[in-house]
Structure formats: C-alpha cells, structure tokens
C-alpha cells in the first residue's frame, strides 16, 4: 500500500506542478505550492522511510493515508473558494498616497520589533539565561513584517517615488536580513513568494519556467542543508566578526550539499517523528482531542512575562505532551531536537485520520483569496502573499502555525484598511471577471480602474 500510494502522491503532484506552470501565475496557486512540497520533500524522504525496517509499518501506512488525506482537504477547500459565485463586483480601494501613511508606520513597527528582537537575544547571551519569553513574544509580533513589504512592493510597482523606493527598500532589507542572513527557510519563502506574487498581479509579469525549476532546486538544496549551512555562517561570524549569509560565496563552498542532501533524506527525521507519533497513537488509542492545538493556543498567546508562569503552565494540557515521553519508553525512539512532527504527525495525533479537516478552512481561505487577488482587491492580496508560507508550514510543521499567525496578519491589514477608510473609493473591475473552469486560474482581470 505504501508504494501505491507513493506512486500516486508524485503523479497527482506532477500533475499539480505542472497545471500551475500551464497558467499564467499559477505557480502562485496553493496546489502548485503543495504540488512541489510533495514532489520535492515529502516524498523523497516518505521513500527512504519505506526501506527502513526500524520505522514502525502501521504508522508508516497511515502517515501514507494522512499525506494523502491532507492534501485532498486542502484541495478540496481550494476548489470550493475558488468556485464561489459573484462575477462583477464592486470594492473600495484607497488611492496610492493614502496608503503612504500606514505603510511607513507599519514598516517602522516591524523594523523595530526585529531590532528589539536582536537586542534581547544579544542581552539573554550575555547574561547566560534563556530569555525565552520576550523574544518568542518579539519574534511573534515581528511576523507582521512581510506585510509592509507586500505593500511597500504593491506602491513601487504602481508608482516610483522617492517615498515608495525607500519604503521598499527599508522592507527589503528587514525581511532579507532575517530570510538570508539568519537563513530561516519559512522567511526565504515568504520573501520570494511576495516578490513573485506581486509582480503578477499588479504588473502580470511571469517568471520563466526555467527560472523557476533552477530556483526551486536551488531552495530543496538549502532546505536539506539548513543546518549546515548555519553552522558555516556562525562558523564565519565566530572567526571574524562579521554575519554573513546565505549568499556568501564563502559560507556556500564550505557546504557539501550532495552529501547533505542525501543525509537529510536517509534520515527523514520530520516524517520519522510523525510515523513514531501516528504509530504510538493507533497503538495505544491516545489521541490529544484538540488538546495540542489549545496548548499551541496558550504557548503563542498567554506571555508567561506578564501573567507569570505558573498561571500559563496551569492552562496547559500536559497529559498531551506525555505522549513523546511515551514514544521513547516503548520504543526506544530518540526524538531529534529542532525536528517537527509535520503536519501529518501533529493532525494524526490530535483526531486520527479526521485530523485532515485542519487542511479545508486553509485551502478554502487561500483559494477565496486567490479569487479576489485576481480581481484586484488590495486586501485581499496583502493577506495572501504574506501567507503561503504559512500555508506550507502547515504541512511542514502543525497547522495551527497558520492558524496563530493569519489573525496577526489580519490585524496588520485590517489596520491599513483602517487608516485609509477616509480614503476610500468604490472601485469596478474590468468585466472579464468570469469564473474559469480552472481552479488554478480565477477570474482574469487586467487590474482595476477607479469609478
């Protein structure tokens, strides 16, 4: 069963990659992106678990049903999205100086909480504690920063100014510090994926295809060697002083990415963990019941600096969290440090097979926001570029890290939309806003005129 399914997750995934490349900017579609997650990631280390006898069989045919599962939800929520009736409509969007205002305040938040963010990880060192709780609670809130950078690249490629070349350029270089210098995968994607989505539909430019199979590959190099590739960096700092990063010529030749990347894909380690965690749940009939995603809740939400710890650790569940413990006294598994139980681990652990409906509401949101990306809300595409990322760590990860984060990203947009709501004016896209067949496609629109 599991090579069967095996066999049909890469198929259906060339098919998804290759539907996205057919339409114009459809390698920004969600089910372009979690085509080439499968294709690239998931199934080349599913196929290394596969041969090793170690790894418990049952947990490793329902980590098999749970890929496939999850990704017909998200697929199916998708569709749906996309799919909703409302040809001609009609939207406010403000003029392009009333967005100045918001977004050099916006951009002023999140450069600060970055910097705030540096100075408490540099004061914790120092002091040799941990420091934890501030910096997660910085760390959280700096999330926002991709969205100042949507919309600071949303002006300059509208119009270029003096104003919107240096609000662009202060985002760009915030969001690429902590995408390539700190070299943390999540921010390297949400940096491209905002670059890419918006010269799509502001300007309608494509990348070549070419392009785009060379930058892929180039990412599953350093998503292999991540850790590698950090150590090289801190390596150089240690040495001379200096952070450098990703793309430091010499923090990349010290680098063997053949020998890392099979490495990474022999040892498997996320898609070990959620085989372990799938296999230990059915075993045993444990199951969390929504008790991990309330702790996720608490963990991100309830600051320990302020309420104090004792009252955080009592709104925790922590009959939930036993469950690792247990995995390591009956099997003798060693769960890796900075590893994750993916998305399918965690779901599997909290509903069993139902843990796959976590994937419809992401699915669903993205393709409504598709839908009204393409028809030139400005809302609307300033909450989906900043969130592909986060779609795909829900896969990569847990998925209530899409769930935690969107309402923060909400806020963030919903206070542009705030700011400018003197401002606004009612707005009619072309009337080439008819649904196509395609879920990947939309309503095709060549942007929006004001009324």
């Given at each position: 069963?599991?090579?069967?399914?095996?066999?049909?997750?890469?198929?259906?995934?060339?098919?998804?990659?290759?539907h996205g490349l057919s339409r114009p900017g459809g390698y920004l579609a969600l089910p372009?992106?979690?085509?080439?997650?499968?294709?690239?990631?998931?199934?080349?280390?599913?196929?290394?678990?596969?041969?090793?006898?170690?790894?418990?069989?049952?947990?490793?045919?329902?980590?098999?049903?749970?890929?496939?599962?999850?990704?017909?939800?998200?697929?199916?929520?998708?569709?749906?999205?996309?799919?909703?009736?409302?040809?001609?409509?009609?939207?406010?969007?403000?003029?392009?100086?009333?967005?100045?205002?918001?977004?050099?305040?916006?951009?002023?938040?999140?450069?600060?909480?970055?910097?705030?963010?540096?100075?408490?990880?540099?004061?914790?060192?120092?002091?040799?504690?941990?420091?934890?709780?501030?910096?997660?609670?910085?760390?959280?809130?700096?999330?926002?920063?991709?969205?100042?950078?949507?919309?600071?690249?949303?002006?300059?490629?509208?119009?270029?100014?003096?104003?919107?070349?240096?609000?662009?350029?202060?985002?760009?270089?915030?969001?690429?510090?902590?995408?390539?210098?700190?070299?943390?995968?999540?921010?390297?994607?949400?940096?491209?994926?905002?670059?890419?989505?918006?010269?799509?539909?502001?300007?309608?430019?494509?990348?070549?295809?070419?392009?785009?199979?060379?930058?892929?590959?180039?990412?599953?190099?350093?998503?292999?060697?991540?850790?590698?590739?950090?150590?090289?960096?801190?390596?150089?700092?240690?040495?001379?002083?200096?952070?450098?990063?990703?793309?430091?010529?010499?923090?990349?030749?010290?680098?063997?990415?053949?020998?890392?990347?099979?490495?990474?894909?022999?040892?498997?380690?996320?898609?070990?963990?959620?085989?372990?965690?799938?296999?230990?749940?059915?075993?045993?009939?444990?199951?969390?019941?929504?008790?991990?995603?309330?702790?996720?809740?608490?963990?991100?939400?309830?600051?320990?600096?302020?309420?104090?710890?004792?009252?955080?650790?009592?709104?925790?569940?922590?009959?939930?969290?036993?469950?690792?413990?247990?995995?390591?006294?009956?099997?003798?598994?060693?769960?890796?440090?900075?590893?994750?139980?993916?998305?399918?681990?965690?779901?599997?652990?909290?509903?069993?097979?139902?843990?796959?409906?976590?994937?419809?509401?992401?699915?669903?949101?993205?393709?409504?926001?598709?839908?009204?990306?393409?028809?030139?809300?400005?809302?609307?595409?300033?909450?989906?570029?900043?969130?592909?990322?986060?779609?795909?760590?829900?896969?990569?990860?847990?998925?209530?890290?899409?769930?935690?984060?969107?309402?923060?990203?909400?806020?963030?947009?919903?206070?542009?939309r705030v700011a400018c709501s003197r401002h606004l004016r009612l707005t009619v896209p072309?009337?080439?806003?008819?649904?196509?067949?395609?879920?990947?496609?939309?309503?095709?629109?060549?942007?929006?005129?004001?009324?």
């Amino acid at each position: 069963m599991q090579a069967f399914i095996l066999v049909g997750v890469i198929i259906a995934s060339l098919a998804l990659v290759a539907h996205g490349l057919s339409r114009p900017g459809g390698y920004l579609a969600l089910p372009f992106q979690l085509g080439g997650l499968q294709l690239l990631w998931i199934a080349p280390q599913f196929a290394s678990l596969m041969t090793d006898p170690a790894v418990p069989q049952e947990g490793l045919d329902r980590l098999a049903l749970m890929i496939v599962l999850c990704s017909l939800a998200a697929l199916a929520g998708w569709r749906q999205g996309v799919h909703l009736k409302g040809g001609h409509v009609q939207l406010k969007m403000p003029p392009d100086r009333a967005l100045w205002f918001p977004a050099a305040v916006l951009t002023a938040i999140a450069v600060l909480l970055d910097a705030y963010f540096q100075i408490a990880k540099a004061d914790a060192i120092q002091a040799g504690v941990e420091g934890y709780g501030i910096m997660s609670i910085l760390w959280f809130l700096a999330s926002i920063r991709t969205v100042p950078l949507a919309l600071s690249l949303y002006l300059i490629l509208r119009r270029r100014t003096m104003m919107t070349i240096s609000l662009f350029t202060v985002n760009a270089l915030n969001v690429g510090a902590v995408a390539f210098l700190l070299i943390r995968r999540t921010e390297i994607i949400d940096f491209s994926m905002v670059v890419l989505f918006f010269l799509f539909v502001v300007r309608r430019i494509t990348i070549p295809r070419a392009a785009l199979l060379v930058g892929a590959l180039g990412f599953v190099l350093v998503v292999y060697s991540i850790s590698a590739l950090r150590m090289a960096a801190d390596r150089h700092e240690l040495a001379t002083g200096e952070r450098v990063g990703l793309l430091n010529i010499e923090v990349l030749s010290t680098v063997d990415f053949k020998e890392e990347f099979n490495n990474s894909r022999e040892a498997a380690l996320d898609l070990r963990n959620a085989a372990y965690l799938i296999d230990y749940s059915y075993q045993l009939d444990i199951y969390g019941w929504g008790g991990a995603s309330w702790n996720r809740f608490i963990w991100q939400y309830v600051p320990a600096t302020f309420v104090g710890r004792n009252f955080k650790e009592s709104l925790v569940i922590d009959n939930v969290e036993r469950q690792y413990d247990g995995i390591f006294g009956r099997t003798g598994f060693q769960w890796h440090g900075g590893t994750t139980s993916t998305g399918y681990g965690f779901s599997y652990q909290e509903f069993a097979l139902l843990g796959c409906l976590f994937y419809w509401p992401i699915g669903f949101l993205m393709g409504r926001l598709w839908l009204r990306s393409l028809r030139g809300d400005i809302w609307a595409q300033l909450l989906y570029a900043p969130t592909i990322g986060l779609a795909l760590v829900a896969y990569t990860h847990h998925p209530m890290a899409f769930y935690l984060q969107f309402p923060l990203i909400w806020l963030a947009v919903t206070a542009i939309r705030v700011a400018c709501s003197r401002h606004l004016r009612l707005t009619v896209p072309p009337a080439a806003t008819r649904q196509r067949s395609s879920p990947f496609r939309g309503p095709q629109t060549e942007g929006w005129r004001l009324r």
